[in-house]
């Protein structure tokens, strides 16, 4: 059940805050079923972009100002739409919305696979990363289909019985999750493979057009390479019929490259 | 020296292809200092956002097409310009000015200080991880001053020598640089030090204002606070006049949390 409390310090009922997002808009079917994955689990609270927001990485919003409106349909209470990116939406929640941590964050569910190198590029993970940051156990969710039409059943099962073992158990110290679903029916899924971040790269390029005032522009496009062999990658377990749970870091040190640089001369 | 052409598969003088980039935007005093650190090392190629991009972290551009445009500033050409992010800009020059990888990508110089938990919001570290993603040594370079009248010169130096070090011995696999200068005359600068990223974050604050119509909209603030007491982070190098190299992973897998994760139990 969405709370229809502006200032929600404390759950009445003492069950735990599940602050959703998502970088798809409030209004994308993905949020929705998101929405009915979490109400068993706690009071959800929604606050999500007001316009589709795919792509936007770790984007923050610094050059304007947020706008932050409710929104009801047919008389039922969303949650708040938020002008800015993802991260800022997770901002806005916590800061003036909720007024503390909620227990949970999840982001998603979004429209379109978040595997591999796509964890970067995605709002939907950025938004579960500021979570992350600010000390909330946080996943995001993503279904490999990018249709508005697609079938999220059984992505809603999966969902609950993730987000409920992360409530109950906790999560991994300096870690979110990157939960990816493959696009089959609930029969259909093999279970849930813990997996690492395929080695995989989007080849970009881009289509060039001509405008009505012989100005030329880009569309960005790109085709997905996938370098990785080994069978521990999300990519494999997309594949192969599992649902990909991928631990995350936001500390981006490459402790491996230390030796190597500590060789260099540095001093002038 | 910048190049007029517009197809530089390869540089005419064997020197080495230098892309340079950033999020403050093609007129900044940042990466003109930039452009002049690198003059010395090979053929410089600009290719630049048209307008400010601070913290659009990871964002590409999908929803709309990009334009990109030559610069001339007194006849003199600076470079193109891109209507996108910094990370469009990294991908537009090697696929459509470019057409090869180049040598060298480097991002800055930053208005602004990227240590710590800054290098997931900045746009400046966000063109050097593409260029790392697409296999392209990459170094992004900040500095900790937010002026624009800030003094880059110790920042030149450094940048050249940090540069040339990796033109010369190559980057660590899987890495890219994140690069502070501290705000000090290079005569105070005791030198570099590679360091791991300080676990620092925001405590964001929101400016809540109130628009002529009587609607509020909402200023992002928030205040920068290091929790880390170690001498080895970046934070720590910089407050002692260090200038501090961060090696940044992009395959952001949290191998620590496998065996946690691992022991729930996952099967429904």
Redesign the interface.
Known sequence: MASKNKNIKKSASNKPVILVTNDDGITAPGIRSLVEAMSTLGEVVVVAPDS?Q??????????K????DKVEFHGEFLGWQCSG?P??CV??A???ILHRKPDLCVSGINHGSNSS?N???SGTM?AA?EGA??GIPSIGFSLNNYSMEADFSACV?YAR??SK?ILT?GM????LLNVNFPDLPLKRIK??K?C??A?A?WE???D??MDPRK??????TGKFKNYDKGNDTDEWALKNGFVS??????????????Q???K?????
């Open positions: 589709p795919s792509g936007m990485g770790h984007a923050i919003t610094i050059g100002p947020l706008r932050l990116t991260v800022d901002k806005l916590v800061n003036k190198i964890v970067i590029y950025s990363m940051i600010e099962h019985l993730i073992n158990n991994p110290s300096e870690t279970g849930i813990v690492r971040q080695n790269k970009e390029e881009f060039e057009r100005r030329p522009y880009y569309w960005l749970v991928v631990p995350v870091l936001f500390d981006f040190t490459a402790h491996h490259a230390f190597q640089l500590n260099l001369r540095w001093d002038v």
